[in-house]
T-cell receptor, first 113, second 114 residues
Framework: GQQLNQSPQSMFIQEGEDVSMNCTSSSIFNTWLWYKQDPGEGPVLLIA?????ELTSNGRLTAQFGITRKDSFLNISASIPSDVGIYFCAGPFQSGSARQLTFGSGTQLTVLP | DSGVTQTPKHLITATGQRVTLRCSPR?????VYWYQQSLDQGLQFLIQYYNGEERAKGNILERFSAQQFPDLHSELNLSSLELGDSALYFC?????????????FGQGTRLTVV
């Protein structure tokens, strides 16, 4: 079946450190999206990727669309306390006659002072 | 603020009951998506409506139904509630008919079934 694997499941890092997380898919994607969810809130879109090999930045965040089109990476540089939250990757899987966003299981990030 | 509004924010109800969750999409967005987020299942796609018509269905139970009204707001109806239906329910919206593009999420409704 269709699978979207996200790792690591959780990370504990010191403030100021860089962070890297990734997602792999069992299918080829034409879109990769990265979201962040704060406690009690809805997911917020961070970065959208639409082309294999694409590297896109949003402040201290950088995401890449893997050239195999089956993976994506999110890097956070110089982490700060407000980076705490759950980071989700998402990509399109077939749902009946249409393609729908499917989300990874999330990476829980904790930033220690 | 994503521009997507969900009400209520919290809901506590008993098993066997029926509830309605409401969503107002971002201004101009024609697509509305409903997701369920539980601890053990992550974010699961339930259903998509586009301009009033059902567009795609995910793993939505038969006890659950949704609709999108002419003013584009949407409602998710959950009936014969079970303890396992306790979860966060999110609505998202986008301008596209496609289900695989950027979507903007509301703050969710936390449903607790007791």
């Amino acid at each position: 079946g269709q699978q979207l694997n996200q790792s690591p499941q959780s990370m504990f890092i010191q403030e100021g450190e860089d962070v890297s997380m990734n997602c792999t898919s069992s299918s080829i994607f034409n879109t990769w999206l990265w979201y962040k969810q704060d406690p009690g809130e809805g997911p917020v879109l961070l970065i959208a990727l639409y082309k294999a090999g694409e590297l896109t930045s949003n402040g201290r965040l950088t995401a890449q669309f893997g050239i195999t089109r089956k993976d994506s990476f999110l890097n956070i540089s110089a982490s700060i306390p407000s980076d705490v939250g759950i980071y989700f990757c998402a990509g399109p899987f077939q749902s009946g006659s249409a393609r729908q966003l499917t989300f990874g299981s999330g990476t829980q990030l904790t930033v220690l002072p | 603020d994503s521009g997507v509004t969900q009400t209520p924010k919290h809901l506590i109800t008993a098993t066997g009951q029926r509830v309605t969750l409401r969503c107002s999409p971002r201004s101009g967005d024609l697509s509305v998506y409903w997701y369920q987020q539980s601890l053990d299942q992550g974010l699961q796609f339930l259903i998509q409506y586009y301009n009033g018509e059902e567009r795609a269905k995910g793993n939505i139970l038969e006890r659950f139904s949704a609709q999108q009204f002419p003013d584009l707001h949407s409602e998710l109806n959950l009936s014969s509630l079970e303890l396992g239906d306790s979860a966060l329910y999110f609505c998202a919206s986008s301008a596209s008919i496609r289900g695989d593009t950027e979507a903007f999420f509301g703050q969710g409704t936390r449903l607790t079934v007791v």
